[in-house]
T-cell receptor, first 113, second 115 residues
Framework: GNSVTQMEGPVTLSEEAFLTINCTYTATGYPSLFWYVQYPGEGLQLLLKATKADDKGSNKGFEATYRKETTSFHLEKGSVQVSDSAVYFCALNRYSSASKIIFGSGTRLSIRP | EPEVTQTPSHQVTQMGQEVILRCVPISNHLYFYWYRQILGQKVEFLVSFYNNEISEKSEIFDDQFSVERPDGSNFTLKIRSTKLEDSAMYFC?????????????FGPGTRLLVL
């Protein structure tokens, strides 16, 4: 079946550190891939997405590249800020009878000043 | 920027009681969804809805659950007889189309606690 696996947290980094959160997926066909972010006390917000192989999604300094050969969509940021502290969810959308998003388990990121 | 809204933000209920969670999707969106997140677990798909019909539902969405679009703006999730294990954060989402490339926009969630 379709699934998403992401690195377990929590991840704690110092401000200005480089961030990578690994995500791999299993899906038949051609899913779209997403990163959603959940800030403390808030709902899910789309961070970025990529809809076909080799696409790069980017937003707010975050990037992720859709790698079909390795079935991966790792999230990266060159220099994190305290305000990036949140839970990050990797997800895919694979049409079956209707569109539905399948989420990974989430990675909690904490940034120290 | 348009956004999905949900009410209430928190709901506490007794086991066996009925609850209705309300959502106002983005106005030009045609596809609506409910997801839930049990504390510490994954966000799980419950149901999708289009043209006043359920398009797909998960195994979680049993006969205790129902969805409705009672008017042109609201989209509701009803749990007929709540169980302790229904305690979770419930997210509503909407999208313009059912394409896999389309972004689903999520509301802030309703935290349901069943005692």
């Amino acid at each position: 079946g379709n699934s998403v696996t992401q690195m377990e947290g929590p991840v704690t980094l110092s401000e200005e550190a480089f961030l990578t959160i690994n995500c791999t997926y299993t899906a038949t066909g051609y899913p779209s891939l997403f990163w959603y972010v959940q800030y403390p006390g808030e709902g899910l917000q789309l961070l970025l997405k990529a809809t076909k192989a080799d696409d790069k999604g980017s937003n707010k300094g975050f990037e992720a590249t859709y790698r079909k050969e390795t079935t991966s969509f790792h999230l990266e940021k060159g220099s994190v800020q305290v305000s990036d502290s949140a839970v990050y969810f990797c997800a895919l959308n694979r049409y079956s009878s209707a569109s539905k998003i399948i989420f990974g388990s989430g990675t909690r990121l904490s940034i120290r000043p | 920027e348009p956004e999905v809204t949900q009410t209430p933000s928190h709901q506490v209920t007794q086991m066996g009681q009925e609850v209705i969670l309300r959502c106002v999707p983005i106005s030009n969106h045609l596809y609506f969804y409910w997801y839930r997140q049990i504390l510490g677990q994954k966000v799980e798909f419950l149901v999708s809805f289009y043209n006043n019909e359920i398009s797909e539902k998960s195994e979680i969405f049993d006969d205790q659950f129902s969805v409705e679009r009672p008017d042109g703006s609201n989209f509701t999730l009803k749990i007929r007889s709540t169980k302790l294990e229904d305690s979770a954060m419930y997210f509503c989402a909407s999208s313009e189309s059912s394409s896999v490339q389309e972004t689903q926009y999520f509301g802030p969630g309703t935290r349901l606690l069943v005692l």
